[in-house]
């Protein structure tokens, strides 16, 4: 039998890893110039959490959740998401015992069973950071503007892109909105889907999140939650937009945007890109002012935002950070003969230690044969054949210009650097 990987979760393959690589890398430094701390919460945490804190009527608890009773049958879950794990580690270690500003960052695996597709898969990636600790909606603008700098750093014109920007209020202003969208969907019932109808009981902001087309016009006429802010929630959100213009970063006002998460109060965003078709949203975050409480900390207001790594190698694949013409590695070492070949292993495992990135041809190729290996992953080809191993000498052979040159074997391994010509790979 032929096994094969599970749908939906597929493998990054070694030519592929690079980009992600230097992806990770230019997340890792920038969250850091903002003075964020990488934490690495588990894969799997009690299910408990995702449904008190993302929400039981929302799809990723109720549908697309990996849950499963481990051998004691306690329910776990594979994470669908990480700002519960972040605000539970904070909670268990006390991060907020040191009375300041909690910024955190993670990247990682996340699992949700949805329907596989461009931009979507049931193991995908996310990098994303929270801020705990304050209300300041200079912070929320902050979060934005790492979010508009990723993309630069990641090489997307901001003319690609754009910011789908909503607030949603606290949970003052949530029981008239949520009564107001009750009574708008009631009265358009038929019109909504099995799930939207379901919805309209448990949670009719989920509504909202609903893709299918027959709900459409229903949502479009739905009530704004602007419309239901309170006077502190306003006063928040126009602080919020007058600083995203001071720093020229531009939004889109999206009254539906709710995002399919309700932890979520106030500030809500997703910066979308304009190549991607339907999946357009290559991060989303906002407000979380009430979870830390929910999950049993002190009241502690928060803000974040969570991207996802599969779609940002989508749009760079096509623009952008593209992945390195250089050669992988400094040197190939090609034997000639039997001799050749045992003496090359001991050079290979001294270049090595020496920092010197190599290899060895392991497949007996004739030397025409090794020679168009190496030219494909070296910078320079080091030749073991019988004249140079009587006078214990090696010809190095530059790929690039093509020029030879022997020299004594014992001063090449000494100083392998100096005849590599410039930085190795
Ligand atoms: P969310 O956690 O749903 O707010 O999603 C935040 C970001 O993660 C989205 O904007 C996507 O970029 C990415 N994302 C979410 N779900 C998936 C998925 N199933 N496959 C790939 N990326 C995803």
């Given at each position: 039998m032929k096994v094969e990987s599970v749908r939906g979760m597929r493998d990054i393959l070694p030519e592929e890893v690079p980009l992600w690589q230097k992806l990770e890398e230019e997340i890792r430094s920038l969250f850091a110039l903002y003075g964020y701390k990488e934490i690495r919460p588990p894969l799997v945490e009690l299910a408990e959490l995702f449904s008190r804190s993302v929400g039981e009527a929302t799809d990723i608890v109720h549908k697309e959740m990996y849950v499963f009773p481990d051998k004691k049958g306690q329910m776990l879950a594979l994470?669908?998401?990480?700002t519960a794990s972040v605000v539970r580690a904070y909670i268990e270690h006390g991060l907020y015992a040191k009375g300041d500003l909690a910024k955190l960052y993670y990247i990682g695996p996340m699992f949700r069973y949805e329907k596989p597709q461009k931009g979507r898969q049931r193991q995908f990636h996310q990098y994303g950071v929270e801020a705990l600790g304050s209300l300041d909606p200079a912070l929320d603008a902050e979060v934005i503007d790492l979010a508009w700098h990723l993309m630069e750093r990641v090489g997307l014109s901001r003319e690609g892109l754009f910011l789908r920007l909503n607030s949603i209020g606290c949970r003052e202003d949530r029981p008239a909105y949520r009564a107001a969208l009750r009574a708008h969907f009631s009265g358009r019932k038929e019109e909504l889907c099995p799930d939207c109808q379901r919805r309209l009981q448990e949670n009719p902001l989920r509504i909202l999140d609903c893709k299918e087309p027959q709900c459409q016009g229903a949502i479009a006429a739905a009530p704004k939650s602007l419309d239901f802010l309170c006077e502190k929630c306003r006063a928040h959100f126009e602080e919020l937009l007058a600083i995203l213009e001071d720093l020229g970063l531009s939004y889109e006002l999206d009254p539906r945007l709710v995002r399919g998460i309700d932890y979520y109060t106030r500030t809500v965003f997703e910066l979308c890109s304009r190549e991607l078709g339907a999946q357009d949203a290559l991060l989303g975050g906002g407000r979380y002012d009430d979870l830390v409480e929910l999950l049993g900390g002190p009241p502690t207001p928060g803000v974040g935002f969570a991207g996802g790594m599969e779609r940002l190698v989508l749009v760079l694949s096509q623009h952008?950070?593209?992945?390195?013409?250089?050669?992988?590695?400094d040197l190939f070492v090609i034997p000639i003969g039997e001799e050749g070949k045992r003496r090359a292993v001991g050079i290979l495992a001294q270049l090595r230690r020496r920092g010197i990135s190599a290899d060895l041809d392991y497949m007996g190729r004739s030397l025409r044969k090794a020679m168009s290996v190496a030219a494909r992953r070296a910078r320079y080809a080091l030749l073991l054949g019988p004249d140079e191993l009587s006078q214990n000498s090696a010809t190095l052979k530059?790929?690039?210009?093509?020029v030879s040159s022997t020299a004594p074997l014992a001063e090449f391994l000494s100083n392998p650097r100096s005849f590599l010509g410039s930085t190795g790979t």
């Open positions: 994470r669908p998401e990480a952008g950070l593209s992945q390195d013409e250089a050669s992988e590695l530059n790929l690039v210009t093509g």
